[in-house]
């Protein structure tokens, strides 16, 4: 078996850059992760259609906009109503610590902020990755 | 062995429902001893979708071009699959598919399935698994089936075993026609494309590839021909569809689709075959592969006779194994 960890990594809402999530894509690449890279403006449906048509272990969303809070939960609504729960979402992007909690409450995973190494993002989804399938990147 | 558990996913997949497909091609691609079972039963289901490939190096615009092509086949009602693939990296094995960028329309319509696979160390220019991921979109009864590759040419030829028709997308900037004639895409292309043909030098191109396909006659009695597109305004598209459906009417009336299966189901026999033998000798820790290396490293055995010993090593030990 050749088991790759496969990772979404998409721009959910009106964002007008990109940069932080090539960076990120890049890095989960070179960790050895199969990375589905989808560009701007997706709409959180596009996004769960797209996880479930390419059968992501992870999905992550850059979200700069504001928009976090909603955009996170219809995510995770849209996952719920297709039976999707083992799916780790997590993200990154301009979120206030007191809102990462709260979506932590609805199973969102950790959430990085701006400066953040991305050998700490490749480490925490491999960890996920490991203990939840298995799997090693 | 026991297959609970399968029958739910293969009825969920000739259903079309999404998750059951899209697990059954991550069995596939990640070579889970379970998808023999699902493709033996599935097989015979298979057969019903034309499978178009489109290959061209990087920057073509093949993702946008399959864009429009997705869009025309949808309007015309059919049910469509893409899978679009991309390479691995050599060094580290990760992958960044990103065909889907310029397929950001797609995903909005939950009629379309688009599905990304990175080659995992193989070098035809498609996955291993890809052929079995396309009989599994077969079976679950999409008509059309796109099948994207990057291609420099050369080695990339796999596109033209999993596809009855292949586009190559070409533009100005891909260099003179001399380039695309020692580049080996000339002789898989049942039809070119020149696209950004807004660009300064596309005409140039155009003539240039028509000189070369003339040179070529026509090969099974189809002289490929060359259409000029530019995807992001649409031009031209409409003429790329009738090229390609003119392609598939040729081969049906010629009969040549049939060969091309053949060619294509003997291909398979004996990649298959390979995997198998590969595998066995893993499963047995690879022990006796080795020894055959050390021999015929130290010139005490021909390669032939190695092969022939780890043929027969392995018909002795096969079998029903893990059927």
Known sequence: MDRKIR???????????????????????????EVIYTGLHQSPEAIVRTALQ???????????????????????DLLAKEGVEDVLVTGG?????EDAEALATIGVGRLFGPGTPTGEIAAYIADWARNHRGLKA | MNQDGLTPLIEGLVERRTKALA????????????????????????????????????GAGKSTLITELVRAYRNAGERVAVVAVDPSSPFTGGALLGDRVRMGDLSEDP????????????????????????????????????????????????????????????????????????????????????????????GVLVRELEGILALSGSPGG????????????????????????GHRKHLRDTGTIETGRRRTARSRILQETRRMLLEREDARGGD?????????????????????????AAGSTGGGGKD
């Open chain 1, 7 to 33: 990772v979404l990594v998409a721009k959910p809402g009106l964002d007008g850059h990109d940069r932080g999530a090539k960076v990120v894509a890049a890095a989960l690449r070179d960790a050895g992760m």
């Open chain 1, 54 to 76: 390419e059968d992501v272990d992870v999905i992550a969303l850059s979200v700069l906009s504001g928009a976090h809070d909603t955009l996170f939960r219809r995510v995770m």
């Open chain 1, 93 to 97: 992007g301009i979120i206030p610590p």
């Open chain 2, 23 to 58: 697990r059954l091609i991550s069995w596939a691609e990640n070579q889970d001893p379970r998808i023999d079972e699902v493709l033996r039963r599935l097989y015979p289901r298979t057969g019903g979708a034309t499978r178009l490939g489109v290959t061209g190096p990087p």
């Open chain 2, 111 to 202: 009629d379309v399935f688009v599905r990304s696979m990175a080659t995992r160390g193989s070098l035809g220019g498609l996955a291993a698994a890809t052929a079995d991921v396309l009989d599994l979109l077969d079976a679950a009864g999409f008509d059309r089936l796109v099948i994207e590759t990057v291609g420099v040419g050369q080695v990339e030829l796999d596109v033209a075993l999993a596809a009855d028709t292949v586009l190559v997308v070409l533009v100005p900037e891909s260099g003179d026609g001399v380039q695309a004639m020692k580049a080996g895409l000339m002789e898989i292309g049942n039809v070119f494309v020149v696209n950004k043909s807004d660009r300064d030098g596309a």
């Open chain 2, 222 to 245: 189809w002289r490929p021909p060359v259409v000029e597109t530019s995807a992001v305004s649409g031009i031209g598209v409409e003429a790329l569809l009738a090229a390609a459906a």
């Open chain 2, 288 to 312: 006796a592969l080795e020894a055959l290396v050390d021999r015929v490293a130290g010139r005490r055995l021909s390669p032939r006779e190695a092969a022939a010993e780890l043929l027969q």
